[in-house]
């Protein structure tokens, strides 16, 4: 079946570095994605990162993906208060017409001064 | 340029009624998802529209159902509302496929009591 699993909590201090992992299952996910969620407020992308890479960066994110494992994380380095947030996990399932994101259930970072 | 405009943002309804929410893509974007967001089911797809004709659709009941106009904006309607479909309501858009990421509103909040 299809599912994404992230841990639902994340505490850092600030200036510290966050890692926040994600294992999925569909073996057919082409690209996957990183957004975050600030409350009240709807998705934002972060990066994204095609199915035949292991690794990339954009500033203080880092994306590693370990295809063989289906294991997505994402680093921020010198985390900050400003990113404490969810942050989801998603893949794009491209099963024939049928193509779809699925989604994590969140992470929830906490940045503690 | 602006982005993606939900409306309304915040929306109270009684069980059995129904109601139409709205979406306005970023100007260009052809492609328009919808998503149902809430905390035990996290994010659920709903449906994705491009050029008018819907491409995609998540498993949800008969009662959800969606359109888009020419000018690639959409609505979608939720009739005989349960007391289940309270819920963050968001809309995405992008240019074509969405392989890239999606650019999501702020959400509809929809309380049914």
Redesign the interface.
Same mark, same amino acid.
């Given at each position: 079946g299809e599912d994404v699993e992230q841990s639902l909590f994340l505490s850092v201090r600030e200036g510290d570095s966050s890692v926040i992992n994600c294992t999925y299952t569909d073996s057919s996910s082409? +690209?996957l +994605?990183w +957004?975050k969620q600030e409350p009240?407020?709807?998705?934002? %992308?972060l990066t994204?990162i095609f199915s035949n890479m292991d690794m990339k960066q954009d500033q203080r994110l880092t994306v590693l993906l370990n295809k063989k494992d289906k294991h997505l994380s994402l680093r921020i380095a010198d985390t900050q208060t400003g990113d404490s947030a969810i942050y989801?996990c998603?893949e794009?399932a491209d099963a024939g @017409? @049928?193509?779809?994101?699925?989604?994590? %259930?969140?992470t929830s970072l906490a940045v503690n001064p | 340029k602006a982005g993606?405009t939900q409306t309304p943002r915040y929306l109270i309804k009684t069980r059995g009624q129904q109601v139409t929410l709205s979406c306005s893509p970023i100007s260009g974007h052809r492609s328009v998802?919808w998503y149902q967001q809430t905390p035990g089911q *996290?994010?659920q &797809?709903l449906f994705?529209y491009f050029s008018e004709t819907q491409?995609?659709k998540?498993n949800f009941p008969g009662r959800f159902s969606g359109r888009q106009f020419s000018n690639s904006r959409s609505e979608m309607n939720v009739s005989t509302l349960e007391l289940g479909d309270s819920a963050l309501y968001?809309c995405?858009s992008s240019p074509t !496929?969405?392989?890239? !990421?999606?650019? &999501?509103?702020? *959400?509809t909040r929809l309380t049914v009591v």
């Open positions: 082409t +690209y +994605y +957004y009240g407020a709807g998705l934002q %992308l994204y989801f998603a794009r @017409n @049928n193509r779809k994101l699925i989604w994590g %259930l969140g | 993606v998802s *996290g994010l &797809f994705e491409r995609n998540g968001l995405a !496929g969405g392989q890239y !990421g999606y650019t &999501f509103g702020s *959400g």
